[in-house]
């Protein structure tokens, strides 16, 4: 197993953090944008706005 | 559940709702298995660890072109068929491979300086990778744009198809052009040249890297969907406002 980075360490592990933090971003992004929108259709529902269906908007199983 | 049944969003919904666990424990699982095995490669002759880098950045350079390729079968869905989730599926895939794709650049850089002596040339690939990003830039700015998500959805249908075209041209740059960047060496006639202690890591993190997007990509579409449900509860509930409003001042 290779346990030494070398001479250009930094390089590498730049490269992988930067990966890292950018798919966390992405999944936290998509995590609050459903928490955000789930909210929004339960405030709206709350308010006596339903779907033309009758089904609850946040319903989604 | 058949195809066609996915057409309809509530049940697409329903069926997002049983897979995205199983989806998420699959990725997490394949990473983990992807970041061991490239922690176990060896060091290449002459690049030494920074081969490493490649282990991440192929995969994303292939999922920026992939995931545009997506988007155009979405953009035929929705000027063809008129498919009610093909803008959905665009919409939703776009800032995924927009980040792919920066990640491609980014990590790309990363490993030119130590390997080229440059962190950036403006030769054939990086210059065309570069325009993809800014191409999904461009859509993502062109869909909040226009308030009407049906209006928006056949011109970044149309501006999807036209970017289409530098997916060949990034693809075969290396091949038509003199440039700094390596030619293919995994999805090539005659094989892959890479040997198997670099290979098999590879292609480890390439296919957990694509059902990280599968899975993104569907919560980013249910995500889609409820936003579109919010827009059309918020209307309906405008126009209650104005008709109540009407009838009192009647």
New interface residues.
Partial sequence: ??T??????S??T???A??AI??L???V???V??RT??A??RD??A?G???RSG?G??D?? | MTLIDLANP?RF??L??RVLPWLTAATAILLAAGLYLS?????DYQQ???V??MF??VP?AWLSMFVWGVMSIAALGTLVWRHPLADVAAKSAA??GA?FT??AL??GS??G??MWGTYWEWDARLTSVLILFLMYLGLIALWRAVDDPSRAARAAAVLTLVGAINLPIIKFSVDWWNTLHQGASVIRMGGPTLDRSFLIPLLVMAVAFSL?FVT?HL??M??EI??R??R???M??AS?VTLSNEVGAA
Avoid: C
């Fill in positions: 197993m290779t030494s980075l070398g001479p250009y360490a390089f590498i730049t490269s992988y930067l990966v950018v798919v971003l992405l999944i992004w998509i995590a944008d459903y929108q789930k929004r259709l709206l529902e308010s706005i339903t779907r089904r908007a946040t989604i199983r | 509530t919904l329903s997002t709702a922690a176990l490669a060896p060091d030494g660890a920074t490493k880098i991440i950045h994303n800032p995924i980040a920066f990640l980014v990590t990363l490993w300086r130590p990280l993104l919560a980013a249910r995500n409820l936003r449900r919010v059309s509860l918020q309906m509930q209650r």
